[in-house]
């Protein structure tokens, strides 16, 4: 089986990449294993300054693969559980890093896909790159932190406006509401990825990795429990008709003939 992350470093980068573009880098267990594994290995060394999280492909993440959580849930009631339970390892462990991660978005980040981008430390995104929610079409509340991270970031009012009522927010949408640092163009993505790393880079170790834990400090706490009660509300919602025939319909029109066109 092909792997789904990659890690590579240069000049004390870490660069995790996810790799699995033919399924529009969608979240599974065994792409929350292959993560989890990469940022252990990153916390495990002294080597790494800062992590790049970036994607291959046109998108960086779809998010949950629906497919399967609709296959899953027909099986097994622990199935979409287990999945979460999963997710929310490898976001604690993307905030329990004492250095900087900054996601480099090339594309759509869709669902859970969001809440990884939102997850890390700071975001660089293309012209082109999307921050899909989609959560509400199909019936159902959020997961991986993104209802958390959005009312921290934006206050309760702004979070919730867009968590209900928009679809998608484009790059440079984003920056303005703060969610995103800077926006490049698709060919200056990566250099303006690694311009930032490097210029956290210039600051002592140490200071990075006690500025990190003091801003995280109140949070993380409160993000694992609210992970918990996240991934409740999502399976109230999954239980639900509503969710599965909109899950259904979802598949049935991105397999169509006209959507395989489009």
Do not use: W
């Not at 109140?218 to 239980?239: I, P, Q, S, V, Y």
């Amino acid at each position: 089986m092909e792997s789904k992350i990659t890690l590579t470093s240069s000049d004390d980068i870490a660069f995790v990449t996810m790799v699995n573009e033919a399924r529009a880098n969608s979240i599974d267990k065994v792409f929350c294993e292959e993560l989890l594994a990469a940022l252990h290995e990153i916390e495990g060394s002294s080597r790494y300054r800062a992590v790049i999280l970036q994607a291959r492909g046109r998108i960086f993440s779809a998010g949950g693969d629906l497919r399967q959580i609709f296959d899953g849930l027909q099986r097994s009631d622990s199935f979409l559980e287990s999945l979460i339970s999963a997710l929310n390892s490898t976001i604690m462990a993307i905030r329990r890093l004492p250095i900087p991660v900054i996601a480099s978005v090339q594309g759509a980040a869709a669902g859970a896909g969001f809440s990884l981008a939102m997850a890390c430390d700071l975001v660089v995104a293309s012209s082109a790159a999307r921050f899909v929610v989609g959560y509400a079409k199909l019936g159902t509340s959020s997961d991986g932190g993104l209802s958390f991270h959005l009312a921290r970031r934006l206050g309760a009012a702004r979070a919730l406006e867009i968590m209900l009522t928009r679809d998608s927010l484009s790059a440079d949408e984003a920056k303005l509401l703060g969610l995103v640092q800077s926006v490049a163009e698709p060919a200056s993505l990566q250099d303006a990825s690694l311009a930032l790393a490097r210029k956290v880079m210039d600051i002592p170790a140490a200071a990075i990795r006690e500025t990190k834990s003091l801003v995280g400090m109140a949070a993380e706490d409160n993000l694992e429990r609210h992970l918990e009660e996240e991934k409740r509300a999502f399976l109230r919602c999954a239980a639900t008709e509503a969710f599965s025939q909109r899950v259904a319909q979802f598949i049935a029109n991105s397999e169509s003939p006209r959507s395989a066109s489009t």
